[in-house]
Nanobody, 126 residues
Framework: RVQLVESGGGSVQAGGSLRLSCVAS??????????MGWFRQAPGKEHEGVGL???????TYSDAVKGRFTISRDNAKSTLYLEMNNLKPEDTAMYFC??????????????????WGQGTQVTVSS
């Protein structure tokens, strides 16, 4: 079973930056074969897709973060990243790393993902 562990969350002022990391373990396959992504959830709200990176390398972003966030991966380290710049108070949320089934492309649908990390909190103050 794949396990995901996020890190890098914290508290910053508006306009600041953070980089989230997610280390994956427990798979019988190379992580290059998995599509992965980041979701977030603010208090009282539904999960919201933030960014995706397919096993092909293609990336997708939500309109809310496009131009400010960058998703990337280091398959040799089994690690997914989310570089977040020009953070806004509305980016405050718990951020979750997610992984799809091997060889399957994903979209911003929670049901597309087979495992979720425990989350890391990001708080942006004005």
């Amino acid at each position: 079973r794949v396990q995901l562990v996020e890190s890098g969350g914290g508290s910053v002022q508006a306009g600041g930056s953070l980089r989230l990391s997610c280390v994956a373990s427990g798979s019988d396959y190379s992580y290059s074969q998995y599509s992965m992504g980041w979701f977030r959830q603010a208090p009282g709200k539904e999960h919201e897709g933030v960014g995706l990176i397919q096993f092909t390398g293609i990336t997708t972003y939500s309109d809310a973060v496009k131009g400010r966030f960058t998703i990337s991966r280091d398959n040799a380290k089994s690690t997914l990243y989310l570089e977040m710049n020009n953070l806004k108070p509305e980016d405050t949320a718990m951020y979750f790393c997610v992984i799809g089934a091997a060889g399957v492309q994903v979209e911003f649908r929670p049901r597309d993902f087979i495992e979720w990390g425990q989350g890391t909190q990001v708080t942006v103050s004005s």
